[in-house]
């Protein structure tokens, strides 16, 4: 079965650190990516998606991540974090036609 | 706003009683996925109804059970209600049966806060 795995649970920054949140993934076939993100009291929301192409994949808001087939990783990245970063990202995997799994997220505080 | 409509917000009900969540879908979304999102576990999977049927079941434990109406929007039933159904309950929803796949994303609503004392 698959499984999607976040190691960073916490992550505190302050405005303008870099970030790097992980995601690695179990499964080897051919797979989809995504990552979420929940705003304090919203919704979960898209933020990128990777099917197939240029492993380097800009999202909304400045965000992007990085698909390392050899490394099962999806890594999001942001170079310079804002305080309205501050929420929970989760990290997504569906194999084909199946169900989105996710993993269990990593909440992001940052400072002004 | 996302379209997907979840009732209510915030539940708090006492052990072993039984409760219903509901969701209304993103319009024109044919499919209804439910996720129990706990601080232990994340976002689990529960079950997804693509028009009308059950598509797909994950983690779903059978004190719960879900239904889609025919016209599309499904309940979620949680009985026997223990400490630990403590979560937040989501509910998204697609145009197809495959969501998550490039042609069909996932919509989430907001979720329903249960809370079991």
């Known amino acids: 079965a698959q499984s999607v795995s976040q190691h960073n649970h916490h992550v505190i920054l302050s405005e303008a650190a870099s970030l790097e949140l992980g995601c690695n993934y179990s499964?080897?076939?051919?797979?989809?990516l995504f990552w979420y993100v929940q705003y304090p009291g919203q919704h979960l929301q898209l933020l990128l998606k990777?099917?197939?192409?240029?492993?380097l994949v800009k999202g909304i808001k400045g965000f992007e991540a990085e698909f390392i087939k050899s490394k099962f990783s999806f890594n999001l990245r942001k170079p310079s974090v804002q305080w309205s970063d501050t929420a929970e990202y989760f990290c997504a995997v569906n194999e084909g036609f199946q169900k989105l799994v996710f993993g269990t997220g990593t909440r992001l505080l940052v400072s002004p | 706003d996302s379209g997907v409509t979840q009732t209510p917000k915030h539940l708090i009900t006492a052990t072993g009683q039984r409760v219903t969540l509901r969701c209304s879908p993103r319009s024109g979304d044919l499919s209804v996925y439910w996720y129990q999102q706990s601080l232990d576990q994340g976002l689990q999977f529960l079950i997804q109804?693509?028009?009308?049927?059950?598509?797909a079941k994950g983690n779903i434990l059978e004190r719960f059970s879900a239904q889609q109406f025919p016209d599309l929007h499904s309940e979620l039933n949680l009985s026997s209600l223990e400490l630990g159904d403590s979560a937040l309950y989501f509910c998204?929803?697609?145009?197809?049966?495959?969501?998550?796949?490039?042609?069909?994303?996932?919509?989430f609503g907001n979720g329903t806060r249960l809370t079991v004392t």
């Open positions: 109804y693509y028009n009308g049927e059950e598509r």
């Open positions: 499964y080897g076939g051919t797979v989809n």
């Open positions: 998204a929803s697609s145009v197809g049966g495959n969501g998550g796949s490039y042609n069909s994303p996932l919509h």
């Open positions: 990777y099917f197939s192409g240029d492993p």
